[in-house]
């Protein structure tokens, strides 16, 4: 059953160990597993991608079956309704048009004193999108992933997914990804997916990005990629928090609670109310619908370990709480979200009011809905088109500009015992007297 708390001491405690679920000492054992995939991926390329794709999904792939054909794209839009395809179509106009907006643009500034400063972006030369595929099948993370990396102007796009049941993908991620424009796609899942692109393999190139959220063992394996690749941010299991008054419907704020609970079992859900009432109501209309929920048994789980109501003294201070744990998804179910959002400082993405629940957001709002997770929010941000670029910055000077700064780079480079630093603008300075 969900628990309340109505004691103001135990709330921080409580709220930073759901917080730090992905990286408390129970995790430490599948850091070892995805330490080993990302050595054994590194050193034995396909080999080991097969054998823990038999290991962890259960399917035996020959290294041709890896990549997805051709025919079977075709054959992908034969198997989806025309009622999922134009709701792919929907989502992918909508998705689109938000991330065409603020695009970052090269600039360059011509100043008066002879100095043209700028940044030029350009875009990463390949991008590895993660598409999970465990649990659930996620057409939806194929626009998210995908839309902005086309927008940034990637010129090779690769998308990783896990075989399903007799090695077959979900038709609808197909569907999604030629959409969205992306062919180039393989049947790899979990940590070893990770390893592929980070390291390259025989069959799958090493990319410069890997961006895209999935469960634990795919959000380690990025975190230990990092560096060898850049990422977007660490995003999975998923979390919501929803600050609700005595405004909010219990049923509707249960119903948000499992909408995130039924993703994972180690997903997070957190109601903070000032309505005792409402909590006691959220706690019951939450066991309700749970009685015939397809999903469970997973979703019981992440409700127990990590679902959580706490009775809050006030609004005020239901924002600091959710200040301190940084949710992925935070749902103001308020009367007034918009006074509510002055006090809010770390999200990955806010819904305003009882007629935005986040699925809005997961599926076609326009916002990406790979976000950060487990406290990532206090310093990264939205999957978007910048996941992809990355800027140059732009510096000339001309022979007088520089005579003007060379006796302070001079200084500067002495104080730091770096006299060819001082010499390369004296020896220009000089040349040009
Ligand atoms: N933060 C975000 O933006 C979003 C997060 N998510 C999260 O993505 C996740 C999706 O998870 P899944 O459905 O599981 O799909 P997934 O594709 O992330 O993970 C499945 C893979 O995990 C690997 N795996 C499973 N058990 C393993 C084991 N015992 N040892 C080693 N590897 C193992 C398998 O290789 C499998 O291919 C959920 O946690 C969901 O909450 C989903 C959408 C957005
Ligand atoms: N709620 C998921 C996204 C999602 C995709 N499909 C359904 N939901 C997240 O963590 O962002
Ligand atoms: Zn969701």
Redesign the pocket.
């Known amino acids: 059953m969900l628990r309340i708390i109505t004691q103001q001491a135990d709330v921080i405690s409580e709220l930073q160990r759901i917080c730090d679920r992905t990286h408390d000492e129970q995790v430490l054992h599948k850091e070892a597993?995805v330490r080993e995939v990302l050595q054994a991926v590194k050193r034995q390329g396909d080999k080991a991608v097969l054998h823990?794709t038999a290991e962890?999904?259960h399917q035996t792939l020959q290294p041709e079956e890896l990549r997805v054909t051709g025919s079977e794209l075709d054959a992908a839009y034969q198997q989806v309704s025309k009622d999922l395809l134009a709701a792919i179509q929907r989502a992918c106009r909508q998705i689109e048009a938000f991330h065409r907006q603020r695009v970052p643009k090269s600039w360059v500034h011509f100043g008066d004193d002879e100095v043209v400063l700028g940044k030029r972006y350009t875009p990463v030369d390949r991008a590895g999108l993660y598409v999970?595929?465990?649990?659930?099948s996620?057409p939806s993370?194929v626009l998210m992933n995908a839309i902005p990396a086309k927008v940034a102007g990637v010129p090779r796009i690769v998308m990783v997914t896990?075989p399903g049941a007799g090695k077959a993908i979900n038709p609808a991620v197909l569907v999604a990804a030629q959409e969205a424009g992306v062919e180039e796609i393989y049947r790899i899942?979990?940590?070893?997916a990770i390893a592929a692109l980070a390291y390259g393999t025989e069959t799958i190139p090493k990319v410069n990005v890997i961006s895209g959220?999935?469960?634990i063992?795919?959000t380690l394996a990025k975190k230990l990629v990092y560096g060898t690749v850049g990422i977007d941010s660490l995003?999975?299991?998923?979390e919501v928090l929803i600050i609700a008054d005595e405004t909010a419907n219990p049923a509707h704020v249960a119903a948000d609670m499992l909408a995130q609970a039924e993703?994972?079992p180690?997903?997070a859900a957190i109601l903070l109310t000032t309505d005792a009432g409402l909590a006691k109501k959220v706690q019951a209309a939450v066991d309700r619908q749970l009685v015939d929920h397809p999903r469970r048994i997973d979703t019981e789980k992440a409700i127990a370990h990590y679902g959580l109501i706490v009775v809050v003294e006030s609004l005020e201070a239901a924002a600091e709480f959710s200040n301190e744990f940084a949710p992925?998804h935070l749902e103001l179910e308020v009367e007034d979200p918009w006074t509510l959002i002055s006090h809010i400082r770390h999200a990955g993405a806010i819904f305003l009011g009882n007629s935005t629940p986040e699925a809005v957001g997961d599926y076609l709002a326009g916002p990406n809905?790979?976000?950060p997770?487990s406290g990532a929010a206090r310093y990264a941000s939205a999957l978007g088109v910048e996941t992809f670029l990355k800027h140059s910055s732009i510096i000339q000077y001309s022979p007088t500009a520089l005579e003007k700064v060379a006796g302070a780079i001079e200084t500067l480079a002495k104080a730091e015992g770096l006299p060819s630093h001082a010499d390369s603008v004296r020896r220009r300075v000089q040349e040009e007297e």
């Open positions: 597993t823990y962890f999904d999970p595929g465990g649990r659930a996620y993370t896990p899942g979990g940590a070893q959220p999935g469960n063992y795919v995003a999975g299991p998923s993703h994972d180690m997903a992925e809905h790979t976000l997770t």
